[in-house]
């Protein structure tokens, strides 16, 4: 970035790796799966990231294998490209720590509700006197413009909020479920990426930090009313809630012979070359339903419906070699296990195994962006144990040895 103000370069044991973001120092005061999620990304691009903690350290360290060693598998997937800072911010000189380490940060990101940022003395104002030109950021469940800003919130309960589970109980004909991911966590974390990217480039054109709130409620709801606002679109409606492919229960994955696929019939060559290879081919042009994308909407269930019926005629491999020249997408429906033998991920290399030094070897993903020019280091750094590198970052914000030792046996620091 062309003028990084008050911010240091990366730090040695980055590996020397540069990367878009690089030069870009964040103080990560986030836990569990949003804000560590989005504080990642960051750091795959080549920021230096400082994931402050407290004594205890990110709950969800504590969480799978390894656990009791304090470096789960949630931690570990969520915590590469981080150093740790291990600091008790309710402390006075606790939270003049973290104020002078703000003096040469660009971003901070936290996922409490801002009431706690305030009560600790870590409010916007508080940052913005040491820092004008940090980027100030929340995520937290609720706009706090709103009667639910001081509610918590967590991943259920957002998908609650949005409606997902209704979403769930239409389209599998079922009681209504969640999703079995943190599908609220970690795409408010995608969103809160950009974010922060955005508001870097912004204070390159102004030179000015600021305070960005990212409600989860509020991000969510586009996700589920931008598909299934439909004939509420209009005022007044013009049909119900709900995109009908979407809904229907047929939407699924189709049985085979052998196994279970995807495979979708969209566009009007699609459909008829799909009636074409199965010998119905006079459907396209005798039966109404298949008309266009209008009719096939409309009447999607019984159309899903006869798609099911054939597919089960034939095995996977079948299917894929039936369909191959009609540009109708086929995919086997992976297993968590298979998915890790993808052939086409390992051409790319997306899993590899790494040496961890507490846990061992562990498996780790790649970076799924490619870049032609700046690209991202990739995973140079480990999950960091709980305080791994409090004395080194505490040594970047200007304590001496003889001032971290004393923090240290005050309580105040943890390494």
Same mark, same amino acid.
């Given at each position: 970035?062309?003028?990084?103000?008050?911010?240091? +370069?990366?730090?040695?044991?980055?590996?020397?790796?540069?990367?878009?973001?690089?030069?870009?120092?964040? $103080?990560?005061?986030?836990?569990?799966?949003?804000?560590?999620? !989005?504080?990642?990304?960051?750091?795959?691009?080549?920021?230096?990231?400082?994931?402050?903690?407290?004594?205890?350290?990110?709950? /969800?360290?504590?969480?799978?294998? *390894?656990?009791?060693?304090?470096?789960?598998?949630?931690?570990?997937?969520?915590?590469?490209?981080?150093?740790? #800072?291990?600091?008790?911010?309710?402390?006075?000189?606790?939270?003049?720590? =973290?104020?002078?380490?703000?003096?040469?940060?660009?971003?901070?990101?936290?996922?409490?509700? +801002?009431?706690?940022?305030?009560?600790?003395?870590?409010?916007?104002?508080?940052?913005?006197?040491?820092?004008?030109?940090? $980027?100030?950021?929340?995520?937290?469940?609720?706009?706090?413009?709103?009667?639910? !800003?001081?509610?918590?919130?967590?991943?259920? =309960?957002?998908?609650?909020? *949005?409606?997902?589970?209704?979403?769930?109980?239409?389209?599998?004909?079922?009681? +209504?479920?969640?999703?079995? /991911?943190? $599908?609220?966590?970690?795409?408010?974390? $995608?969103?809160?990426?950009?974010?922060?990217?955005?508001?870097?480039?912004?204070?390159?054109?102004?030179?000015?930090?600021?305070?960005?709130?990212? @409600?989860?409620?509020?991000?969510?709801?586009?996700? %589920?009313?931008?598909?299934?606002?439909?004939?509420?679109?209009?005022? @007044?409606?013009?049909?119900?809630?709900?995109?009908?492919?979407?809904?229907?229960?047929?939407?699924?994955?189709?049985?085979?012979?052998?196994?279970?696929? *995807? *495979?979708?019939?969209?566009?009007?060559?699609?459909?008829?070359?799909?009636?074409?290879?199965?010998?119905?081919?006079?459907?396209?042009?005798?039966? &109404?339903?298949?008309?266009?994308?209008?009719?096939?909407?409309?009447?999607?269930?019984?159309?899903?419906?006869?798609?099911?019926?054939?597919?089960?005629?034939?095995?996977?491999?079948?299917?894929?070699? =039936?369909?191959?020249?009609?540009?109708?997408?086929?995919? @086997?429906?992976?297993?968590?296990?298979?998915?890790?033998?993808?052939?086409?991920?390992?051409?790319?290399?997306?899993?590899?195994?790494?040496?961890?030094?507490?846990?061992?070897?562990?498996?780790?993903?790649? %970076?799924?962006?490619?870049?032609?020019?700046? &690209?991202?280091?990739?995973?140079?750094? +480990?999950? @960091?144990?709980?305080?791994?590198?409090?004395?080194? %970052?505490?040594?970047?914000?200007?304590?001496?040895?003889?001032?971290?030792?004393? #923090?240290?046996?005050?309580?105040?620091?943890?390494?």
């Amino acid at each position: 970035m062309a003028d990084q103000g008050p911010s240091t +370069p990366p730090p040695a044991g980055h590996d020397g790796a540069a990367g878009p973001l690089a030069g870009v120092r964040v $103080i990560d005061i986030t836990s569990v799966f949003m804000g560590p999620s !989005a504080t990642q990304y960051l750091g795959d691009l080549g920021a230096d990231v400082i994931k402050v903690e407290p004594q205890g350290g990110d709950v /969800i360290r504590g969480i799978g294998p *390894c656990g009791n060693q304090r470096l789960g598998p949630l931690f570990i997937g969520l915590n590469r490209n981080k150093r740790s #800072l291990a600091i008790d911010l309710k402390s006075e000189a606790g939270r003049a720590a =973290l104020l002078k380490l703000a003096q040469t940060a660009d971003v901070l990101a936290y996922n409490v509700r +801002p009431q706690a940022m305030q009560r600790l003395g870590l409010g916007y104002e508080d940052l913005a006197v040491v820092n004008p030109r940090l $980027i100030y950021v929340g995520m937290f469940g609720f706009s706090q413009r709103g009667r639910y !800003a001081a509610n918590a919130a967590f991943d259920d =309960l957002i998908q609650a909020a *949005c409606a997902l589970p209704q979403a769930m109980a239409l389209g599998s004909g079922d009681v +209504p479920r969640y999703l079995p /991911i943190t $599908i609220a966590d970690r795409s408010v974390g $995608i969103y809160a990426f950009g974010v922060i990217s955005a508001a870097l480039y912004s204070r390159e054109r102004t030179g000015r930090g600021q305070r960005i709130d990212v @409600p989860m409620f509020e991000t969510m709801v586009p996700y %589920v009313l931008g598909d299934h606002l439909f004939g509420h679109t209009f005022v @007044p409606a013009k049909g119900d809630f709900g995109y009908p492919r979407l809904l229907t229960p047929q939407r699924r994955p189709y049985r085979t012979r052998d196994g279970y696929v *995807c *495979c979708l019939i969209y566009t009007d060559d699609q459909w008829r070359a799909f009636l074409s290879k199965v010998g119905r081919g006079d459907l396209f042009d005798s039966d &109404p339903r298949f008309a266009d994308i209008t009719a096939r909407t409309r009447h999607i269930d019984a159309l899903y419906g006869i798609v099911s019926d054939e597919l089960e005629q034939r095995s996977t491999a079948e299917w894929q070699a =039936l369909l191959a020249d009609a540009d109708i997408p086929v995919f @086997p429906v992976h297993t968590f296990e298979s998915l890790l033998d993808d052939p086409h991920l390992n051409d790319i290399g997306f899993f590899s195994e790494a040496e961890h030094p507490q846990v061992g070897t562990i498996r780790q993903m790649a %970076v799924p962006s490619e870049w032609s020019g700046t &690209p991202p280091p990739g995973a140079t750094r +480990p999950a @960091p144990r709980l305080g791994e590198h409090s004395r080194e %970052v505490l040594r970047e914000a200007g304590y001496d040895d003889a001032a971290i030792d004393e #923090l240290i046996a005050r309580g105040i620091a943890f390494d």
